[in-house]
């Protein structure tokens, strides 16, 4: 898979712009009954995920919709236009309220985390677009309006709440092309990752043997398994972080208020979401981290 083939706001942003939030003329009708603009756009990312940015052209697309490549130009200017288009229908966030959680803004940041991995591993042509300045049209806007209800009562200034946005994103993308490469390399090598790792095995035996590598030896058969969540571990991380800094600043806005948890969310636990408050001890004693 190619990296950054291509890049948002390539094309005439003025047009692309209209043609997002549909305000420019509405074309003709074309000799091919049905063929709208949206229709376009979900022919390209069909294409897009099937086989990759590089095969969407203008020229595949009409042959995909059966129709001449000029009935297409009556509706998108050319590539560039149609890939912004094409990058706001994959945004386009759901109409369930519940896909962000029904907790605080930890809740909403842990979904968020997830709904976008899953995003790339749907799109993974995502990973191959340049996106440091997107052209920005209604699906973005409506999900960023989303994520910023609910976690606006984080208390942080604006620049920051945006900065927690580009946080978790920055995070996602990380993680999602990581995984995405392991499976590249897979199809690519036709081996699996566990005969991948197998075909290293004396090789890395010797090596652990040879005593150049004390603190490697001594780890575990499973610190390098599959069974450990890494994405889920670091974005907890990430909201720990974040959940300490929220609570520092409502101290300092408000010294009077004891230090506690920072949301409705509850308490933090160690790898997880947060839980509820532990019940006080059968036997009076003060409960961990309490005062007596």
């Avoid at 003329?25 to 000799?31: A, L």
């Avoid at 990759?52 to 595949?60: C, K, N, P, Q």
């Avoid at 896909?99 to 790339?120: I, M, S, V």
Wanted: aromatic residues 6%; proline residues 9%; without cysteine.
């Amino acid at each position: 898979m190619a990296s950054g083939t291509e890049t948002s706001g390539s094309g005439d942003i003025g047009r692309t712009l209209e043609l997002l939030w549909d305000t420019g003329r509405r074309p003709s009708r074309g000799p091919r009954p049905g063929l709208t603009l949206e229709r376009i756009v979900e022919a390209a990312v069909e294409v897009a995920d099937r086989d990759g940015l590089g095969a969407v052209s203008m020229r595949r697309i009409a042959t995909e919709l059966g129709t001449g490549t000029m009935s297409l130009y009556r509706y998108v200017p050319g590539k560039g236009e149609l890939l912004d288009l094409m990058l706001d229908r994959v945004q386009r966030p759901s109409e369930n309220p519940a896909d962000l959680g029904d907790g605080g803004w930890r809740t909403a940041l842990h979904a968020l985390g997830h709904a976008t991995l899953a995003l790339y591993r749907r799109h993974t042509w995502l990973l191959e677009v340049n996106q440091s300045r997107p052209i920005l049209g209604p699906s973005a806007l409506d999900g960023m309006e989303r994520v910023l209800s609910r976690i606006k009562p984080m208390g942080l200034s604006d620049p920051e709440l945006v900065s927690v946005i580009v946080m978790i994103d920055g995070y996602v993308v990380g993680a999602a092309r990581t995984q995405v490469y392991e499976r590249e390399a897979e199809r690519s090598s036709g081996l699996t990752d566990a005969e991948f790792w197998q075909a290293q095995e004396p090789a890395l035996v010797e090596a652990m043997n040879s005593g150049r590598y004390p603190v490697l030896s001594t780890l575990s058969e499973d610190a390098f398994g599959t069974g450990f969540d890494h994405f889920e571990f670091g974005l907890q991380r990430i909201l720990d972080g974040l959940e300490v800094l929220v609570t520092a600043r409502r101290a300092a806005a408000d010294p009077a208020t004891p230090d506690g948890p920072a949301t409705p969310d509850g308490p933090l636990t160690p790898d997880g979401p947060p839980t509820p408050d532990a019940p006080a001890p059968a036997d009076g004693s003060a409960a961990p981290g309490q005062p007596a």
